[in-house]
């Protein structure tokens, strides 16, 4: 069936003003430091949301180029101090932030919080409690720093439900409460609900995707919801995404289309119950352990899966 150009423009350019993230993660960590693909990718994502959340301040200055990219785009930012390397590139993280918090006081402004490291205490091997303990010490650090300019920006640890639930003390810890909750074929700790037998949805091929992914952000959603009184009335933001490829040929419900279901059903979901949503990443891009967890293909920005299949609450 053919379509006009100007149709399918139609409809790209009602997706983009229409259906929109309360943010995305997204990881600005490239090989030989391209500045320009992080413009490039920004550019793409202001179409979809108006905050990101990255993961690393100080390698290749990313800190720096993604202000200056958001700034021109009237964009908000959710800043990762990484803790993989060390006290050293630790004390590196907090002087970069620092920098970029005493650039303008526009920076300041469109920092919404500073996130402590990426699940810390969630992927803890040994004694937990040393963790939340190295964990309060760099927060207080990370509250001095960011505080010798007179300067007051939010402070969290992205964390799972289970780290929540399991060590109530981290909730004294943080300004705001950060759930990190990723989706995966080895995925532990969400009992979701059996899928029902329903008629096969004409855009996905296999049964019941849509109500699937519908009930897996039920269950994630449950979860919270039963610890907000354990919260104090913290703000609470939940960032979370499903695998898009699995370990074996076999998991052939882990893809694209299932990601961005799933991701789009937690974004209505949560729009009544005053939790901020991050989908978990934007693309399957970057030098970490999240490559598989992209809403979008790193290189097919302009694909028939954003016109297609992203959908409106």
């Known amino acids: ?18 259906c929109r993230f309360d943010g ?8 030989s430091c391209d500045t320009s693909r992080i413009r490039n990718d920004i550019d793409f994502l202001s179409g979809f949301t108006s905050t990101l959340r990255i993961f690393g301040i100080s390698e290749c200055s990313q800190g720096q180029v993604v202000m200056r990219t958001i700034g021109k785009k ?5 800043i990762t101090v990484d803790l993989s390397g060390g006290e050293t590139g630790f004390n590196l993280e907090l002087q970069s932030l620092v920098g970029l918090i005493n650039g303008t006081s526009r920076n300041k402004n469109r920092i919404k919080g500073v996130l402590l490291g990426d699940g810390q205490i969630t992927k803890a091997a040994g004694n937990v409690t040393l963790e939340i303990e190295a964990m309060a010490t760099r927060i207080q650090q990370t509250k001095q720093a960011i505080s010798q300019n007179g300067q ?41 609900p059996p899928t029902p037998t329903v008629p096969r949805h004409r ?18 959603i449950k979860e919270i919801t039963d610890l907000m ?34 991701v ?5 979901k ?30 097919q920005r302009s694909d028939g899966a954003i016109s297609q299949n992203l959908f409106c609450c």
């Not at 995305?24 to 090989?31: I, N």
């Not at 009237?74 to 959710?78: G, K, P, Q, S």
């Not at 729009?271 to 790193?298: C, E, M, P, R, V």
């Open 152 to 192: 007051t920006i939010l402070v969290s640890a992205p964390e799972s439900i289970r780290a929540y639930r399991e060590n109530t003390n981290l909730v004294g810890l943080v300004d705001f409460i950060y759930i990190s909750e990723l989706l995966t074929q080895d995925s532990e700790g969400i009992s979701t």
């Open 264 to 268: 789009t059903a937690l974004e209505c």
């Open 1 to 18: 069936m053919f379509i006009s150009l100007f149709v399918l423009l139609g409809l790209l350019n009602y997706v983009t003003s229409q």
């Open 270 to 299: 949560l729009q009544s119950l005053n939790i901020t949503f991050i989908g978990y990443q934007a693309f399957d891009t970057g030098s970490t352990s999240n490559t598989t967890f992209g809403i979008f293909k790193s290189n």
């Open 74 to 78: 009237a964009m908000d930012l959710y």
């Open 24 to 31: 995305l993660a997204y990881d600005a960590t490239y090989p």
């Open 229 to 262: 009184p354990t919260f104090g009335g913290k703000m609470v933001v939940l960032e979370s995404g499903r695998a898009t490829s699995g370990n074996t040929a076999a998991d052939i419900g882990f893809n694209h289309l299932n990601t961005l279901t799933f």
């Open 203 to 220: 855009r996905n091929t296999g049964p019941s995707a849509d109500t699937e992914m519908s009930l897996k952000a039920d269950a994630i």
